[in-house]
């Protein structure tokens, strides 16, 4: 499994506050992604990065934002958090393209 | 829109059967289609999968049927196991969409002892 690392693992915040969520890597794959897990939806992607700096949007890309400023770190960033937005978020990373592994996830709790 | 459906919800199996998990997909652009495993409070892990140019792929106790024509792919588990407890995800991937996974909603297969 490629060492992919997530931090922080739990989160509660509060509506409105800023949130971020790195991802690290020490596989130097060039493809990165942001998925959230919710019960009945399964795993929708968020965003994606394709390279350094080079990043593009998921089917679920509304109130999220992130930055890829070198290989090893994909953040993803929730400018003023909702309730909606609780969830469980992975991180995955791809070297071969079709073969993706996925982090250990980020409970994070808006109340 | 739901691009990869999958069935059933919930699956429970006896120890020793064979579970049966059923995926089909819409677009005819997909190249690759793995299954991954998750146990609570893991990440999911790929499993097994398989290229529209195979019908079949076996790995120990876990097979994967594909069927190109009805656009629809299975995972089979033998012999399952207690063990095999967890949640299965079906998923496809174009290589022309920058490989971003498309996954089924998910089945919780439970092996009773």
């Known amino acids: 499994d490629a060492g992919i690392t997530q931090s922080p693992r739990h989160k509660v915040t509060e509506t409105g506050t800023p949130v971020t969520l790195r991802c690290h890597q020490t596989e130097n794959h060039r493809y990165m992604y942001w998925y959230r897990q919710d019960p009945g939806h399964g795993l929708r992607l968020i965003h994606y990065s394709y390279g350094v700096k080079d990043t593009d949007k998921g089917e679920v890309s509304d109130g999220y934002s992130v930055s890829r400023s070198k290989t090893e770190d994909f953040l993803l960033t929730l400018e003023s958090a909702t309730s909606s937005q609780t969830s469980v978020y992975f991180c995955?990373?791809?070297?071969?393209?079709?073969?993706?592994?996925f982090g250990p996830g980020t409970r994070l709790t808006v109340t | 829109q739901q691009q990869v459906k999958q069935s059933p919800q919930s699956l429970i199996v006896q120890k020793g059967g064979i579970s049966i998990i059923n995926c089909a997909y819409e677009?005819?652009?997909?190249?690759?289609f793995p299954w991954y495993q998750q146990f609570p409070g893991k990440g999911p892990a790929l499993l097994i999968a398989?290229?529209?140019?195979?019908s079949e792929k076996k790995e120990g106790r876990f097979t994967i049927s594909f069927n190109k024509s009805a656009k629809q792919f299975s995972l089979h588990i033998m012999d399952s196991q207690p063990g095999d407890s967890a949640t299965y995800f079906c998923a496809a991937i174009s290589g022309g969409s920058n490989y971003k996974l498309t996954f089924g909603k998910g089945t919780l297969l439970t092996v009773n002892p």
């Open positions: 677009n005819t652009a997909f190249d690759y």
């Open positions: 398989i290229r529209p140019d195979v």
């Open positions: 995955a990373t791809s070297g071969s393209h079709y073969e993706q592994y």
